[in-house]
């Protein structure tokens, strides 16, 4: 399956988004070359569409491209092999070609010999050159700088940040609600490479993802369920009230612990809570001794009980809120999706619990990780084993 961040990289220049100067200012040094220097730095934070746009200008003035990354600066006379004789050959097809150091700040690790002749060739070419950085204020790349234009990308806004995600998801066909948008494109911090991968990585956990994408159906059984409970007199027909809610026991519960405070103050509250807390303690009891016919006293609880923690009954509309619990969770889950799916793997394989898979995790990540047979034997996604390494 291929990452959404190739499948929707931008064509052209028009498809860059929220970085209007850097594409005006890259215009103007391809129409210029040969006036000014040489060479242009694009560098900015990571996802902002350096890449992008080098690739994309070089399209839209049908020029080839010829690219060298950080490892192919290592080595001088390497370089000088491969990057001389395309400074000075004509492109066969094309009208003319420029020249793309991608990520040259990569090379910090490495010996740099090949810098020196990266500047001369600089110098000397007769094809614009287009070096990308995340962080190019390092002293090694001071003489880089002076013959090079300079060009900063900034961090995308966050609202263009959201139109490219509402986009995607369009184009996908999955719809994602507001909350979700703008949690993602808040945590992105200005990274569209950042946005767009989580987005795909939600969509993939499709349990979480349908939690948060059906609640908006779900919202007027929920919305009218509390609102009883909330507001009428506790009545036996109200036991099996959150039975006809399409939702499962957790979720119905984040929504009450998120909507109690709304119509509920005092005493009552604090009665509310604890009847809500003794439930979750419950709950983890039935689980743990799988007394399972005890779940019926939950929905009494949550019912019955939490209607008659109230003194009165009231009257009037209250919005009542999405749990934003259910988002931290998500986002938790998120973190140990891949950690749970491979102790699920091996737990199945040699036949120990699931939890004590958890439990060992550490040391059976090493041992895993460290052993491609191991990896095929569990039949480890590709995803999975990226996770190892972390
Ligand atoms: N300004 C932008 N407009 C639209 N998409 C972008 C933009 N910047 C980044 N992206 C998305 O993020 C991906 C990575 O962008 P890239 O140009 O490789 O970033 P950089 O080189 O700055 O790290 C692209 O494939 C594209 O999907
Ligand atoms: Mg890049």
Same mark, same amino acid.
């Not at 004509?90 to 097809?93: D, V």
């Given at each position: ?11 052209n ?9 850097a ?11 040969g ?9 900015g ?11 994309a ?7 080839e491209?010829?690219e ?17 004789p395309?400074?000075?050959q004509?492109?066969?097809?094309k ?14 690790e490495?010996?740099?010999g ?6 001369s060739?600089?110098?000397s ?7 990308t ?13 002076k013959?090079?234009?300079?060009l900063q990308?900034?961090?995308?806004n966050?609202?263009v940040?959201?139109?490219? =995600?509402l986009? @995607?998801?369009?184009k996908?066909?999955?719809s994602?609600n507001? +909350?979700?948008?703008? %949690?993602?494109? #808040?945590? *992105?911090k ?8 989580d987005l ?7 349990d979480y993802?349908?939690v ?7 919202e ?11 507001q009428?007199?506790?009545?036996n027909e109200?036991l099996g ?7 499962? =026991?957790?979720? @119905? ?9 709304? +119509?509920?103050?005092g %005493?009552?509250? #604090?009665? *509310? ?11 983890g ?10 779940l ?10 939490i ?6 009954t009231?009257?009037?509309?209250t ?6 619990r259910i988002?931290?969770i998500w ?42 047979e ?5 039949k ?11």
């Open positions: 399956m291929s990452p959404w961040t190739e499948k929707y990289r931008p064509k220049l028009e498809e860059i988004k929220g970085q209007d100067e594409v005006f200012k890259i215009r103007e040094f391809l129409k210029n070359f006036k000014k220097k040489n060479a242009l730095i694009l560098h934070p990571p996802g902002t569409g350096k890449t992008s746009i080098a690739h200008a070089a399209k839209e003035n049908n020029f491209i010829f060298l990354n950080a490892s192919d600066l290592r080595n001088r006379e390497k370089l000088k092999n491969i990057l001389r395309a400074t000075e004509m492109p066969l097809e009208s003319d070609k420029i020249i793309l150091v991608d990520e040259v700040d990569g090379i910090s490495y010996d740099y090949g810098l020196g002749e990266l500047l060739v600089i110098e070419t007769s094809f614009p050159v287009i070096i950085a995340n962080d190019i204020w390092d002293k090694k790349f001071s003489a880089l700088r013959k090079c234009e300079m990308l900034k961090e995308i966050v609202n940040l959201k139109n490219v =995600i986009e @995607i998801s369009a996908e066909n999955i994602v507001d +909350d979700l948008i703008n %949690e993602l494109s #808040a945590k *992105a200005g990274d569209m490479r950042a946005a767009i991968n795909q990585a939600l969509s993939k956990l499709k993802f349908s948060i994408l059906d609640e908006r159906n779900k007027t059984d929920i919305f009218s369920s509390l609102k009883k409970v909330f009428e007199k506790p009545e109200m009230i959150f039975d006809s809610v399409n939702m499962s =026991i957790d979720d @119905i519960i984040l929504w009450i612990e998120e909507n109690i405070p709304a +119509d509920y103050k %005493e009552e509250l #604090a009665r *509310a809570y604890d009847l809500l807390s003794k439930t979750d303690v419950f709950r009891r039935i689980h743990k001794q799988q007394y399972w016919r005890f019926v006293y939950e929905n009494i609880f949550l019912s019955y009980g209607a008659s923690s109230k003194k009165n009231k009257t009037g509309f919005s009542y809120k999405k749990p934003s988002l931290q986002l938790n889950n998120q973190k140990t999706v891949h950690k749970k799916s491979i102790c699920h793997k091996y737990a199945e394989y040699v036949h120990v619990s699931h939890k004590r898979a958890m439990t060992e995790f550490p040391v059976i990540k090493l041992v895993i990780k460290s052993n491609p191991i990896q095929k034997e569990l480890l996604e590709e995803e999975e084993i990226e996770y190892l390494k972390i």
